[in-house]
T-cell receptor, first 116, second 117 residues
Framework: GAGVSQSPSNKVTEKGKDVELRCDPI?????LYWYRQRLGQGLEFLIY????????KSGLPSDRFSAERTGESVSTLTIQRTQQEDSAVYLC??????????????FGEGSRLTVL | GENVEQHPSTLSVQEGDSAVIKCTYS??????FPWYKQELGKRPQLIID?????GEKKDQRIAVTLNKTAKHFSLHITETQPEDSAVYFC????????????????FGQGTILTVHP
């Protein structure tokens, strides 16, 4: 596709359930990022993947959050035992990385998670 | 870690006026400073960015200035138009020589800009 694709666009779940969010980056983009955006707030970095390197997980808020990426393709963000404070829009972004290149992130439309 | 403060939180201007949004950052090692625009219900999109080896950058009606000594940077929009109405986010990161990690951004809290016709 032409842009970053995320699914589902909306997810309503009950507290304590697990959820899985999917991101399909732009073809050829080696870097993939997950951000969280709470209502009326800025974006919070969660995790990023760069090629086959170990992911930078420094932004994950707790061990209930995990993410995987196979090669330079699809990524899934998993939230286990969801809590109400996990309610937010989860944004995925991808970028090309090259020495001295642009740092522009191309964002998906986001997955809006509501935990009841 | 890095901390980015953004002001004002809301800004209302008349069409044709200029708008200025300011951000400060805490980590002197940060070297990349993008600005993203997010229209209501839409994805954030990059509008301009600046690296720490440059003091100012312009793109038509938009300009960004960077003061590394004071650790602050600003977005300037001239001749504002109603379609400039959106939330604007500043951000900072420390990119490495290999080109990775520029996208590991610390964002400000955002500025809601409203341009009245």
């Amino acid at each position: 596709g032409a842009g970053v694709s995320q699914s589902p666009s909306n997810k309503v779940t009950e507290k304590g359930k697990d959820v899985e969010l999917r991101c399909d980056p732009i073809s050829g983009h080696t870097a993939l990022y997950w951000y969280r955006q709470r209502l009326g707030q800025g974006l919070e970095f969660l995790i990023y993947f760069q090629g086959n390197s170990a992911p930078d997980k420094s932004g994950l808020p707790s061990d209930r959050f995990s993410a995987e990426r196979t090669g330079e393709s699809v990524s899934t963000l998993t939230i286990q035992r969801t809590q109400q404070e996990d309610s937010a829009v989860y944004l995925c972004a991808s970028s090309r990385t090259s020495r001295g290149g642009s740092g522009e992130l191309f964002f998906g439309e986001g997955s809006r998670l509501t935990v009841l | 870690g890095e901390n980015v403060e953004q002001h004002p939180s809301t800004l209302s201007v008349q069409e044709g006026d200029s708008a200025v949004i300011k951000c400060t950052y805490s980590d002197s090692a940060s070297n990349y400073f993008p600005w993203y625009k997010q229209e209501l219900g839409k994805r954030p999109q990059l509008i301009i960015d600046i690296r720490s080896n440059v003091g100012e950058k312009k793109d038509q009606r938009i300009a960004v200035t960077l003061n590394k000594t004071a650790k602050h940077f600003s977005l300037h929009i001239t001749e504002t138009q109603p379609e400039d109405s959106a939330v604007y986010f500043c951000a900072a990161s420390m990119g490495n020589a290999g080109g990775t990690s520029y996208g590991k951004l610390t964002f400000g809290q955002g500025t809601i800009l409203t341009v009245h016709p």
